[in-house]
Structure formats: C-alpha cells, structure tokens
C-alpha cells in the first residue's frame, strides 16, 4: 500500500507563486512516476505535468514556462512549484504516483487564485 499526503495548497493573488508538496510512503518502487494533476468541479481531471525517477519532465501546454515539477527520490517526495498564477489556475490539485503495483492517488489540496 503506498500513501500520498499533499501540503501547499491554499489562496494567493493573481501572479503570485504556491509551491506544492507530495510525500510518498509504502511500499515504492524504485522506477516510477509522480506527477500532479487538477480538476474543477464537474470537469474531468487533468494532467498539470510529471516527472519519471530519471528526471524526465512533461507539462501541459496551459502551464508552460510558469510551473516547474521536482522531485527527491531519497524522500520519495515530488514539488510543484507554481509562478505568474492566474485565476483560471483555481482547481482542486492532486499527486499521483505510477508504479508496476498500480497507481496512487493523494487526497487533494485546493488552490485559489484571486483576481
């Protein structure tokens, strides 16, 4: 079982900077992927950006140039880093973790930018 817990969320004004946590715990494969995905309320969850245990980065377009992810693997931990945020950048975010046993969900934190 492996257990995600996030940190970081919360309100900031538009063009300001949140950074987001994710700490894994359990039974963790060495190679996998963390990444951090969002939704609004009845949209569907989507991919914000991911990084492999090698280092390897993805990001969706829409936050290019101001999001950065990274990782720890000695903590098992991923950041999302958040700059020049914008109020269409409000959604519920959640870490995911993707090994060979299956793929793992934190509970969410709200982030909330202000015009």
């Known amino acids: 079982q492996v257990q995600l817990v996030e940190s970081g969320g919360g309100l900031v004004q538009a063009g300001g900077s949140l950074r987001l946590s994710c700490a894994a715990s359990g039974r963790i494969a060495s190679i996998n992927t963390m990444g951090w995905y969002r939704q609004a309320p009845g949209k569907q969850r989507e991919l914000v950006a991911s990084?492999?245990?090698?280092?390897?980065?993805n990001y969706a377009d829409s936050v290019k140039g101001r999001f950065t992810i990274s990782r720890d693997n000695a903590k098992n931990t991923v950041y999302l880093q958040m700059n020049s945020l914008k109020p269409e950048d409000t959604r519920v975010y959640y870490c995911?973790?993707?090994?060979?046993?299956?793929?793992?969900w934190g509970q969410g934190t709200q982030v909330t930018v202000s015009s």
């Open positions: 995911k973790l993707d090994n060979f046993r299956g793929d793992y």
């Open positions: 990084i492999t245990s090698g280092g390897r980065a």
